[in-house]
């Protein structure tokens, strides 16, 4: 989905794009990076995380988004970035083969799509076997995520209990996590390895 006008003032900030970069930093430390590995970033808004990833870092980024302004703000925010490429693309229809990157990155970016669940199970689908996905998202009581369900249709609710189920039922193995529960919704950032 599309973010509204609001949304979109709100994330395309310059300071929010290096706030993106800081927090692909942080959130890197947690896995072994080299040189030449491929990292999709799955909702890459202004670029600031791909645009860390593939600078600073030396990997190969594919950054895509489903708003083609935000793809259009990505390639100028990465203009002159050789390993860098950004495109438009559904996060439930992932237009790569299976096991294409070795890194999936993506960061407060589910409860914009309403099949967040999907768009989940394309991530493992284009994850090699032994790599990573790195998630960062809002999570929902479950309670309230039943109330929110019925009245909207296109964001995702994200619940961490349904989060748990994914990445159990996937193979993946737990690296790093860190629940912010703030009331009735909050934080969540994990980084998962995929099994063979």
Known sequence: MKMTRMEKRFVNSPRRTA???????QLARHVNLQN???LLEVGCGTGGASVYFAAERGLEVTGIDVDPEEVELSCQNGAGVPNLRFQAASATELPFEDGSFDIVYSYYVMH???DWLGAL??????????GYFIYGDIMTAQ???RILRKFTSNYGVPTLP????????SGFSTLHSSPAKVGLIGGFVGVYEKGE
């Open 19 to 25: 706030k993106a970069a800081k927090t692909a930093e």
């Open 36 to 38: 030449e590995l491929h």
């Open 112 to 114: 914009h799509v309403d």
């Open 121 to 130: 199970r394309e991530i493992a689908r284009v994850l090699k076997p032994k």
């Open 143 to 145: 309670w309230l995520a």
């Open 162 to 169: 349904e989060l748990n189920e994914f990445v159990n039922r």
